[in-house]
């Protein structure tokens, strides 16, 4: 059981997948392999932060992906649905388990080292880690390894795995006592809106424009009753009397016609 995980992760990505990847976040085939190379190694630490040989517990996400990242024996990693947005919703569940404290500073380190923005860099962990995860839970079944069996691998490896996380780094970083309180799935939703908050928005929308159509309505309305009333008070005659109406049909027309406006 001395299989080099991090190696095995590597030599899955092809370059088909960097490509895939490249093209979804808007970045050059280059960058991407060298964001990956930071993002695997820290996806093995947190595994590894938050388990004991003593005490291994699958994490909550590690059955989100079963439907998104479905069970293959193909070796290479899968990049057909990061297209879809089932994908990166249950990527978030993902990331929100693995990254909290240290979730910044992993973004500044990827920009860094692969010379992208911090936006496509939050990109490429976004889309990598779920990919990584979902391609390791596979290389397990494969190999029809139990939870603590991996647990026991990454063990083996640490020394490897701590060398090849980012400066600044550490497994202390991962470790269950060191999460904050705040809500960081909710922060990922926060930045990356979800199609039902999209909808909503243009619902919103909608409403105001409605109200607005429905105060000019009303004062159209009244305006108009405004000028009919004014057009009344102003009128040199509203009720003819009897032998003008006789001579006169024209004002009695004029006068009916001022009272059908009222």
């Known amino acids: 059981m001395t299989n080099n995980i991090i190696k095995t992760l590597q030599k899955s990505f092809t370059d088909k997948s960097y490509q895939d990847i490249s093209k979804y976040v808007d970045i050059n085939?280059?960058?991407?392999?060298?964001?990956?190379?930071?993002?695997?190694p820290v996806v093995l630490a947190s595994i590894l932060g938050n388990n004991t040989m003593s005490s291994s517990e699958?994490?909550?996400?590690?059955?989100?992906?079963?439907?998104e990242y479905p069970?293959?024996?193909?070796?290479?990693?899968?990049t057909e649905n990061i297209g879809n947005s089932s994908f990166l919703v249950?990527?978030?569940e993902v990331l929100s388990g693995m990254f909290r404290a240290n979730h910044d500073d992993l973004i500044a380190y990827v920009s860094s080292v692969a010379g992208i923005q911090k936006?496509?860099?939050?990109?490429?962990?976004?889309?990598?880690?779920?990919?990584?995860?979902?391609?390791?839970?596979?290389?397990?079944?494969?190999?029809?390894?139990?939870?603590?069996?991996?647990?026991?691998?990454?063990?083996?490896?640490k020394a490897t795995i701590i060398g090849s996380l980012p400066s600044g780094i550490s497994l202390s970083n991962f470790g269950v006592a060191n999460k904050p309180t705040n809500n960081f799935s909710k922060t990922i939703e926060a930045q990356i809106p979800s199609s039902t908050n999209i909808?909503?928005?243009?619902?919103?929308?909608?409403?105001?424009?409605?109200?607005?159509?429905?105060?000019?309505?009303?004062?159209?309305?009244?305006?108009?009753?405004?000028?009919?009333s004014r057009n009344l008070n102003?009128?040199?005659?509203?009720?003819?009397?009897?032998?003008?109406?006789?001579?006169?049909?024209?004002?009695?027309?004029?006068s009916v016609g001022h009272l059908l406006c009222l």
């Open 29 to 40: 085939p280059e960058s991407t392999k060298n964001g990956l190379k930071v993002i695997i």
């Open 58 to 67: 699958k994490p909550i996400w590690w059955n989100a992906l079963d439907s």
């Open 71 to 78: 069970y293959t024996e193909d070796e290479l990693v899968m």
């Open 90 to 92: 249950k990527g978030r």
């Open 119 to 157: 936006e496509k860099a939050a990109g490429l962990i976004e889309v990598g880690v779920p990919l990584i995860a979902g391609y390791l839970k596979n290389w397990m079944r494969r190999k029809n390894w139990t939870f603590k069996e991996l647990i026991e691998n990454l063990i083996e490896n």
């Open 199 to 228: 909808k909503k928005k243009k619902n919103n929308g909608l409403m105001w424009f409605g109200g607005l159509l429905l105060v000019a309505l009303i004062l159209y309305y009244f305006m108009g009753i405004k000028s009919c």
């Open 234 to 254: 102003t009128d040199d005659m509203l009720v003819p009397e009897i032998t003008q109406v006789i001579d006169s049909p024209q004002l009695y027309e004029k």
